[in-house]
């Protein structure tokens, strides 16, 4: 994830010279150097020293020690804190780092890696207008973003963009599936599946019509697409669609009450 924010803000015609990237793997910095002409320290205190933005895009068990490390360098410097780390809560983030910080907590998903991303994001109450926009150029520098008012927002943000792309995956895995099924071979369904999600995606995002308009222009009635339309419905797709999503909510949740507890 830190590689798409670095790309896209490189993109963006952000100067690499202004981006220090730290990681404790030198073959990891080396070669982040080599692709983008960026600077890199595997020291986190010497890195942040000077920072006026302090992004932290590391493995969420791993955030509470990285954050015991930092703390008395950002309460010197006070840079403005993002975090990309899944699950874990500001409150929690800014008590790590000894409180009183200007913390922007995100919930990216795998997109942005391709700078086509979704990025919720959530401001606590110490940032400023000036920091908000600052952030909201980082992250929509991977896609795009969406500010929330209610941190416990962001749980419902992860069940429907944050793990959403592995939905569209699975479906497109039983899309192609049956495809084979019906008589066609693996790799003629799956190009078909694929391009078929992708058009429908580029109809939404580009068109006038919301999906439920769509759906129903493709529809005639006592089609193809009605007959697959009414087996959706009969096995209560929606329903499914809604128990899946509530229980990744309610997931992101109970994690968020356990990375915090520290």
């Known amino acids: 994830m830190a590689c798409s924010l670095i790309s896209g803000l490189i993109n963006n015609q952000y100067a690499a010279n202004k981006?220090?990237?730290?990681?404790?793997?030198?073959?990891?910095?080396?070669?982040?150097k080599q692709q983008f002409s960026i600077n890199t320290e595997t020291s986190n205190q010497q890195a942040i020293k000077h920072a006026d933005v302090l992004v932290l895009a590391v493995k969420p068990?791993?955030?509470?020690?990285v954050?015991?490390?930092?703390k008395d360098t950002t309460l010197k410097?006070?840079?403005?804190?993002?975090s990309i780390a899944a699950g874990i809560r500001s409150t929690d983030i800014d008590r790590w780092l000894g409180g009183n910080n200007a913390l922007v907590r995100c919930m990216p998903n795998t997109p942005a890696l391709i700078q086509a991303g979704a990025t919720g994001?959530?401001?606590?109450?110490?940032i400023?207008?000036?920091q908000k926009t600052i952030a909201d150029q980082i992250l929509s520098s991977a896609g795009i973003t969406l500010w929330v008012d209610d941190e416990h927002q962001l749980d419902a943000v992860t069940a429907v963009s944050g793990s959403g792309p592995a939905y569209f995956f699975l479906f497109l895995e039983a899309m192609q599936a049956a495809g084979t099924q019906l008589g066609l071979d693996e790799q003629s369904a799956g190009m078909l599946a694929r391009q078929t999600a992708l058009g429908a995606a580029r109809m939404v995002m580009e068109g006038e019509d919301d999906p439920a308009t769509l759906r129903a222009k493709v529809t005639s009635r006592g089609g193809t697409t009605a007959a697959a339309i009414a087996s959706f419905e009969k096995n209560k797709f929606q329903q499914i669609i809604n128990q899946a999503l509530t229980a990744a909510r309610d997931r992101a949740t109970e994690l968020a009450d356990e990375l915090g507890k520290n």
């Open 19 to 32: 981006i220090t990237v730290t990681d404790p793997d030198q073959q990891k910095l080396d070669k982040l």
């Open 61 to 65: 068990q791993v955030l509470k020690s």
């Open 67 to 70: 954050c015991d490390s930092i």
């Open 77 to 82: 410097n006070r840079p403005l804190i993002i």
């Open 121 to 126: 994001l959530f401001a606590n109450t110490h």
């Open 128 to 130: 400023t207008a000036e």
